[in-house]
């Protein structure tokens, strides 16, 4: 971990922008948030983008996205753009994890009971 | 005349036989010493005249040593002290070298030719340290337009990783991070006309497909540039970005002058020499004139750039290259291209390349641009989670200070940046660690904390971590880990300690 660490400190010459070819926004299209869980539906192939590669491999049991992108040291825009590439090619599937979705009329009305004590 | 006399004497009457005798003999004598006396003059002539032929030839001969010496200085001697003097050699040494040599010539004509040498080389020298310190200032200039742009990518990275999950921000922090990138490479281009070297310095190699990525973030049109085929090789530290900034060249060139619809296709394949890295673009392609006319720039960039030379609209481009393949042994060509296109061909020498998985994870991109046989020990994406899960085991196994000792060794990026009471003992452990692992710093030289680590520090230390053997030899698998962790924490009775843990600290001394 740690040799990573200088890596990273170091820094690759490739920008940001080439990894993704210049998109920065696919959240809406691809429907992603932080706590989207994915898991890659085949292994990589030889001669993809290593960054993709990486997903596929990280993802080989449900993961986050934003664990996606602790993994990965990049960007949570980075992995969305990413993500909807391998998405729209079917090589990962998303699932967005129903509890991460609390009702939040519950949980006002649990708020109104509580203050009304 | 004797034989006159002779005659004389005896048809000649007896009286008048003697005068006529003596008269003969007189004239005989007198003709005999004219005529020895003219002998005696020609020879002298003759003599003199060979003298003087002589003497004229050594005139002559002197006359042709002096002007084979005049020659000599125009032809060999001047041009060669004014290449020295090009190459940086000092004045004084060039012309004590120079005019040691013409020994033949009168004294006066050596000192007037050592006095039109010294002029000369003066003349020279004087353009040459102006030039010098013109180029000192431009290089000066370059270098501290790159120590900006250098802070400015730095902090637009840190900046994009911060706002990282604001699309709209995100992306104006890449057209900045782009914008940035390109006068980045403009001041590289400069320092490097200016005899220096471009940019920033890797300590280590760097993947191809990084240093390939790398020449497309400084073009323009990097969108139109297509990746094909990367050979899985790693370029040594010193190499890297003048490779890059050779390959951001060539790619702008052929961004720059083909149809901006079209593709920019870049392949490095694996040669005899080394590796040839490929750019082609489809444009109109060049004219076999314009070909071997940029050819011959290449080359003449190869003999040294002059700045002044460089012209109103300077085409730095094939410059640059030419320079740099000079200083690197790069070879640069530009073969006919079949698709009609131009095409250039930059070969890295093998010297150059090494085969050593990379180490550059930035981005957890890895040693190869393919995939990753699973089951390679180090493979970049398993070691940190292995080492992760591996971490957490011994502590809840066994929380005595010795086991603190020995994880002390595998996880010291996690206990760097602890604040419980044990981490003052861990930190006088870590002697025998190359460097203190609690690498990720900011720039105040504070040790920053892993986005990870609020999760997973505080319960890892507190709650049993139930079966981490499952996972540790496996590739990643991050969420595996997180989700027994919850299961874990959530149960009522944590489940038997990890079959693991002993052997993870036996097999894990110092």
Known sequence: MSTSDRDWDEGGPER????????????EQADLDLVTLIVSREEPKAGIQPELAAILRVCRSPVSVAEISAHLTLPTSVISVLLADLLADGRVEARTPASSRPDIALIEAVIDGLQNL | MAVVTAVIATIAPTGGRAPAIWCGVVATVMVALVSAEAARRGRAVAALRAEYATREAALLQDLRRQEAATIRLAEQHLPAAVARLQEGEFAEDVLLSVSAQDEALSPQSQAAHQALLRSVVEAVQAEESMRDSAQRGVVNIARRVQAIVHQQATDLRAMEDRHGQEPAFFADLLRLDHGTALIGRLADSIAVLGGARPGRQWSKAVPLYSVLRGAMSRILDYQRVELHTVAEVAVVGTAVEPLIHALAELLDNASRYSPPKTRVHLTAVEVHMGIAIE????????????RSRAEGMLKEARAGIDLNDLGESPRLGLAVVGRLAQAYDFKVALPPSVYGGVRAVLTVPKSLLTT???????????????????????????APSREATEAFAPRTASPSPDAYRNAGAAVDTHEAVDTDGSAPVRADDRTGEETPAEAERTASGLPQRRRRRPATGPAARTAPRPGPAETAHEEPAPGVWMAELQSGLSADKPRAAPPRANSDTSDKGE
């Open chain 2, 279 to 290: 750019v082609e673009d489809g444009g109109v392609g060049l004219s076999e004139e314009a």
């Open chain 1, 16 to 27: 940001l922008y080439v990894i993704t070819g210049g998109r920065a926004d696919s959240t």
């Open chain 2, 356 to 382: 050593a998985p990379a180490t550059g994870r930035a981005h957890g991109i890895g040693a190869s641009s393919g995939p990753r046989p699973a089951d390679r020990p180090a493979a970049a994406q398993g």
